[in-house]
């Protein structure tokens, strides 16, 4: 089942982590390293949880996913909420699943919430309030955002203020609960990462070679037709669906087909929103894990890649260089 350690003294981890920033190449190396371990791929990714946001979230193939078993993609329809407590709960069942066949489960993507959430937990914090909650996304950003800087200035600091789900979470918090945010006990309020358990890689690239890399997936899904698989959406709730609507790519698509802006305006800025949260995602990885990272060269092919990777298991599980020459 397992070429790789079929022919290594290596028994193979539990399970493996792989995260990095939007189109760096996660998901070929995921799906390279599950042909030669025997892995299914568990997706950590916030929007591919949505049956329907196929070429904005750059969904694997057809053919992709009946080479390697895939979780956690088309959960829920566009109607139905999806939050990192439920993403954990899957995807703990999941690796259990995986496990008790015989599998390595490797959970890939770019949600660095849904990792923590996995790794960590929740901590302590009310469940959302229904009506407090459509009252806060109904309020102006710039309201919110006072009411949060006199709250709780701590969070203010630190809060993503380009992301209102985070902004209305916290305030959430803090009428239901009467204390900042940030005063919540969980594992998460320790300033420096921890080491992981499992094998946690990350990918990153040079900022020239990852740019490149964004524009042209980022032309490719609208020359794929993401302007049309948008306006179908739009059929099914997707401007309902406050979660969805946040998918770079979408609401930049549904602004375009209110004729806000031009094809070519709305693709550029799709870029330089898609450059933006990639930033922003390494930023949060660098924070809040301990990851084995991985540069990886404009050149470098996937199977490349998949041999460090590698090479990187063996040196996590122990082995040294002189380890691996004496087991050949």
Not at 2 to 30: E, H, N, Q, W
Request: aromatic share 8%.
């Amino acid at each position: 089942m397992a070429t790789y350690y079929a022919r290594s003294p290596l028994p193979a981890p539990r399970s493996i982590l792989i995260a990095g920033p939007t189109a760096v190449g996660k998901s070929a190396v995921a799906l390279a390293l599950a042909d030669r371990i025997g892995g299914e791929i568990i997706s950590v990714d916030s929007m591919q949880v949505y049956r329907g946001l196929d070429i904005g979230t750059a969904k694997p193939s057809p053919q992709d996913r009946q080479r390697v078993r895939h979780h956690l993609i088309d959960v829920v329809e566009m109607n139905e909420p999806f939050d990192a407590a439920r993403f954990s709960k899957l995807a703990h069942a999941a690796v259990a699943d995986i496990q008790q066949r015989g599998g390595v489960p490797i959970l890939c993507g770019g949600t660095g919430l849904y990792f923590k959430a996995f790794l960590e937990g929740l901590g302590e914090a009310p469940s959302a309030n229904a009506a407090l909650r459509a009252e806060l996304e109904a309020m102006p950003m710039p309201e919110l955002l006072r009411e949060l800087e006199k709250n709780d200035p701590l969070t203010f600091a630190k809060i993503d203020r380009q992301n209102p789900r985070r902004v209305v979470r916290a305030i959430e918090v803090i009428r239901l609960t009467g204390r900042p945010f940030s005063a919540r006990r969980n594992p998460w309020n320790s300033e420096l990462p921890t080491p992981n358990r499992e094998p946690f890689f990350g990918l990153m690239r040079s900022g020239g070679d990852l740019r490149a890399r964004i524009d042209a997936r980022v032309d490719a899904m609208f020359a794929r037709g993401l302007a049309q698989e948008t306006e179908q959406l739009l059929k099914r709730g997707l401007a309902e669906n406050k979660t969805a609507m946040q998918a770079i790519g979408y609401r930049q698509a549904v602004e375009y087909l209110r004729h806000e802006r031009s094809l070519e305006e709305t693709i550029a800025l799709v870029k330089q929103r898609t450059r933006h949260f990639a930033k922003r995602q390494m930023t949060w990885f660098r924070r809040q894990f301990s990851l084995e990272w991985m540069v990886l060269e404009q050149a470098e092919d996937t199977n490349r890649t998949t041999e460090r990777l590698c090479d990187g298991l063996r040196m996590f599980a122990g082995f040294t260089k002189s380890d691996r020459a004496n087991a050949k």
